[in-house]
């Protein structure tokens, strides 16, 4: 049996073109979460743009963000904004992952007690 084009194609045209295609995302399977932890490198508010230096395993890799105008930025003081975070800083960021890279969602600015009470410079 020779089989033609037209033999080959007819089974795919039988089926609907929509179950060919990806199924869209439904709103609960929106991109993975990630939460990182560490030090400010770089703040640059002009573009909105945090790099952030994080541990990971036994190696230290830096983080570049994007910062919305919708990014929730505070600390135990209240709410804060982008030129507020400084190079040292330690952050905690929770991000998602689009297709322009990783946005923030909410940066933490930690502050820590020291010996006596007092902040961390």
């Known amino acids: 049996m020779k089989l033609t084009t037209a033999t080959l194609l007819v089974p795919l045209l039988a089926v609907p073109v929509r179950q060919l295609a990806a199924p869209p995302r439904a709103p609960s399977q929106q991109s993975a979460a990630y939460t990182y932890r560490g030090t400010i490198h770089a703040v640059r508010p002009a573009p909105g743009?945090?790099?952030l230096i994080t541990?990971?395993?036994?190696?230290?890799r830096t983080v570049h963000m994007s910062v919305l105008p919708t990014t929730r930025i505070e600390t135990t003081g209240g709410k804060l904004t982008l030129a507020d975070l400084k190079p040292g800083d330690v952050?905690?960021?929770e991000c998602r992952v689009?297709?322009?890279g990783l946005v923030a969602d909410k940066i933490q600015k930690l502050t820590f007690e020291g010996p006596r009470g007092a902040a961390a410079p």
């Open 55 to 60: 541990g990971v395993g036994e190696a230290i």
């Open 49 to 51: 743009i945090v790099d």
């Open 98 to 100: 689009t297709d322009k």
């Open 91 to 93: 952050v905690q960021a």
